[in-house]
């Protein structure tokens, strides 16, 4: 938003607060803002180059900034003063331009390691503006995320990983300078290499991807929760078993269910060398597949829970907990298949990490599933710990209550009708 209050066509009115630093700031405003009335005005306007305003240009405000004096006309074009010329050229400046100079009017001859006395360190991977004063020294490398500008010294490498580094007049580089672009202007001394090279950073969103990997990726995050809904209204006990017994032992069971998974293929040679297993065959992998099912939806449980705790303010019912347990593990691979799809060496990097990562993440419901499966039959038997297993068996059956002796019942007497005490 600009600092100084729109001039409106025709001059009637103009209130600008003149809040200026310094008398010479104050001179050239109003020197601007003069030249701005006479040309909001002329019907006549002069004519340097084919970027200068023509005659029936208008502005509508003007502005004092970081670009110098910008104004804007009733198109909605931004407009520049160049003070060379003196003219208004269209368009901004580019920074580089723009840097306020604050050297001393007169200093004479003084070296930079005489001027440069006072020592500032500079935060890594600033994402602020950084600029180096006229008599400041930085005795270290510069790494930043933002805009550098040099205008004392700096003994080391500067670096900026998104924004340009500009060396003014007065500024000296004795290391290398790596930026996406990097301006040193005459006067400006760099004791390194210059290397302009495109920003790490800068992701292209909009260029074209393939939308395969995000059909794949949905295909497969629609069957989960549909798998997820069914089991838990149709097979809630199983579920509540199987989820049970998949928490327990997380660290045992991955590894367990690997080695399961690795004995797949031999076990799919057993059961089709035998005489009826050659149509069973296609019920070995498939029963692998749902325990894998099983185990996503189990693990999209636990996670659901998790969230639930951390942020909902408690547990929720299982079947919450697993819609958003299994959205939160399939967004890293919507995330992967969106960077993959995506034209750049930056956002592929990108699409290779979170790849790996969904990867492991995955192979942990699906590893431990096959343990789970196989401990409580599909869900079937409820699970119990080793430990709890043998406590169970080397506890003592109850003993069996002393047998009644004959002596312990009461003799029928003479008054008894078919052996029954009246009384």
């Known amino acids: 938003m600009s600092p100084w209050p729109p001039i409106r066509p025709g001059w009637q009115t103009w ?15 109003l020197t601007v803002a003069g030249l701005v009335c006479a040309s909001a ?10 970027s200068d305003k ?3 240009t208008i502005f509508n405000e ?7 004096v910008v104004t804007v006309d009733t198109a909605g074009y931004e407009w520049y003063y160049d003070f060379e010329r003196e003219v208004f050229v269209l368009g901004i400046p580019e920074p580089d331009e723009t840097v306020p100079d604050d050297r001393p009017i007169d200093d004479g001859d003084v070296s930079v390691e005489q001027r440069c006395t006072e020592e500032i360190w500079i935060k ?19 790494t930043v995320l933002g805009r550098v500008t040099v205008k004392g010294w700096v003994t080391g490498d500067v670096e900026s990983l998104n924004r340009r580094v500009l060396v003014t007049e007065t ?18 001394i760099v004791g390194g290499d210059i290397v302009e090279k495109a920003s790490p950073l800068d992701i292209d969103f909009s260029a074209p991807f393939s939308a395969v990997g995000i059909v794949v990726v949905s295909s497969f995050t629609a069957f989960l929760l549909i798998s997820g809904v ?20 997380k660290i045992k069971a991955f590894f367990l269910g690997l080695l399961l998974w690795l004995l797949l293929p031999p076990l799919i040679v057993l059961v089709a060398i035998t005489i009826v297993g050659i149509p069973l065959t296609p019920l070995v992998p498939l029963a692998y597949f749902l325990t894998a099912v099983m185990g996503m939806v189990a693990f999209g449980n636990m996670i659901g829970r998790a969230f639930a705790r951390r942020f909902l303010g408690g547990e929720k019912s ?15 691979w919507f995330v992967s298949a969106i960077l993959l799809g995506s034209s750049g060496a930056t956002a592929e990097g990108f699409g290779v990490f979170f790849l790996v990562l969904a990867i492991l993440l995955t192979a942990f419901p699906v590893s431990s599933g096959v343990r789970a499966a196989f401990l409580t039959r599909f869900g079937v038997r409820e699970y119990l710990e080793w430990k709890d297993r043998a406590k169970s068996a080397a506890e003592p059956p109850p003993p069996a209550p002393p047998p009644i002796r004959p002596e312990q019942f009461p003799t029928p007497g003479p008054d008894s009708v078919s052996g029954v005490d009246e009384t």
């Open 62 to 68: 003007i502005s004092l900034d970081d670009n110098g």
């Open 41 to 50: 005005w002329s019907s006549s306007a002069q004519s340097t180059d084919a």
């Open 124 to 142: 890594p991977f600033e994402t602020r503006p950084v600029t180096v004063g006229y008599d400041e020294f930085v005795d270290d490398d510069i």
């Open 15 to 29: 209130d600008v607060g003149l809040k200026m630093r310094t008398p010479r700031a104050i001179s050239v405003f």
């Open 230 to 249: 069914l089991l838990i209204i149709v097979a809630p006990r199983h579920v509540n078993n199987f989820c049970v017994c998949f928490e327990c032992c």
């Open 171 to 188: 500024g000296r580089v004795d290391g290398n300078i790596q930026a996406p672009k990097v301006v040193v202007r005459e006067g400006g």
């Open 318 to 332: 299982r079947l919450f907990q697993t819609t958003v347990g299994i959205l939160l593990v399939m967004s890293l």
């Open 54 to 56: 023509p005659a029936d």
